[in-house]
């Protein structure tokens, strides 16, 4: 029943980082889709611009979709233009 999860205290403050290995910034907060109950976004502290969309902090906010973990990162996958 708890196969394919993962906890947001396993992704809170890790590094994500593009396929090619750039540093992007610590994922900082997600978003949920109240109605659903579904994590959406992740929002990166972003050291680099990752994102053209941005919260009210000025922090990137990436589709959970587009996303996938490793041991030691988050990897971010390169976002449609």
Same mark, same amino acid.
């Given at each position: 029943?708890?196969?394919?999860r993962v906890f947001i205290s396993e992704i ?7 396929? &090619?290995?750039? +540093? +992007?910034?610590?994922?900082e907060d997600v978003v949920i889709d109240t ?18 969309? $941005? &919260? ?17 990162? $988050?990897?971010?996958?390169?976002? &449609?233009?």
């Amino acid at each position: 029943m708890m196969e394919n999860r993962v906890f947001i205290s396993e992704i809170a403050g890790k590094m994500a980082v593009s396929k &090619d290995g750039q +540093l +992007l910034g610590p994922i900082e907060d997600v978003v949920i889709d109240t109605s659903s109950g579904l994590v959406r976004y992740l929002i990166l502290g972003a050291t680099t611009k990752v994102s053209d969309t $941005v &919260d009210d902090m000025g922090r990137a906010i990436i589709p959970i979709k587009k996303m996938h973990l490793d041991q030691e990162y $988050v990897i971010v996958t390169p976002l &449609d233009p």
